[in-house]
């Protein structure tokens, strides 16, 4: 159809993940591939996820996109990146209702208009890419009829922001480093689906919501550069531990679980510390939160609660089961309790899974 009255959309909603091994350190900075690999847990989506719509239509004479309402830029690298990678894998469309037909070549010249929005306050210090560019790809991906499986199409949201390529899965998932110079084996892959799990509760503590001092791109970058403790955990650690995490999440062994991912936190940050200049990310309330966890931990015999903080003072905690979420809830709300009514809203509790 030649008219330019047409437009045609797509939506799709994508939880971010936390990572329970983390990615920390690239070895190529603009295709975005991980000097280790990495393990996270994708989040339930009605907490912690991004809706973005895509528009298509012949009326539009560039690539535009708005970010909870705001125009925002897409000039950078990494959106050129993720665009071209998705446009260039095309295929026809055709919608016979509204009479619309669309080319494999016809896409170079159409431009798209993209709408994003978090369901949770970007404030909060806790505005992930990881949600936002899985749901890019994903919904362009859609729109333009990709016929890539999750995988590659991970590869690419990838190329957008590193965590991203792990959000394309529900459940537990792996992203694997790849050894291939171009980064087409540098992937995610789904290990357990969002069933096999489903005791676990996740719980958020937001400590702060104040924007963070160092970007994550900036401080790995800068880690890698000085940290003398960066390449011995990633080269002699981190494959450890991957083997026994994906053991025990296989087993649903939670000990094991915990014991990896409290270790594998606090890995992460000594090696922030171990920066030149040092980067600090967790503040006085995550050390004591972390204290609080142990603590209990001990006292039990068995571990009930997992940490991990990423690049800011947030805790994310995993329950073993409900009970010992309400539990955590309780002890949480007595040790730290809310200043106001707005601080309430600092707990964010949610079931992992998509
Ligand atoms: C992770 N983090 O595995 C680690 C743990 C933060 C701490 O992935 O430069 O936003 O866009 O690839 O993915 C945050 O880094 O960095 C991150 P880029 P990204 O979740």
Redo the contacts with the bound molecule.
Sequence with gaps: KKSSSWVLMVTAQTPTNI?VI???GKRDESL?LPIND?I?VTLDPSHLCTTTTVAVSPAFSHDRMWLNGKEISLSGGRYQNCLREIRSRASDVEDEKKGIKIAKKDWENLHFHIASYNNFPTAAGLAS??AGFACLVYSLAKLMNVKEDNGQLSAIARQG???ACRSLYGGFVKWIMGKDYNGSDSIAVQLVDENHWDELVILVAVVSSRQKETS??SG?RETVETSPLVLHRAKEVVPKRIIEMEEAIKSRDFPAFARLTCSDSNQ?HAVCLDTSPPIFYMNDTSHRIISCVEKWNRSEGTPQVAYTF??GPNAVMIARNRKVAALLLQRLLFHFPPQSDADLNSYIVGDKSI
């Design positions: 990572a983390k990615y920390w975005i990495s996270s890419s990881a922001s590193g965590s994550s791109t790995m992460f990423d690049a």
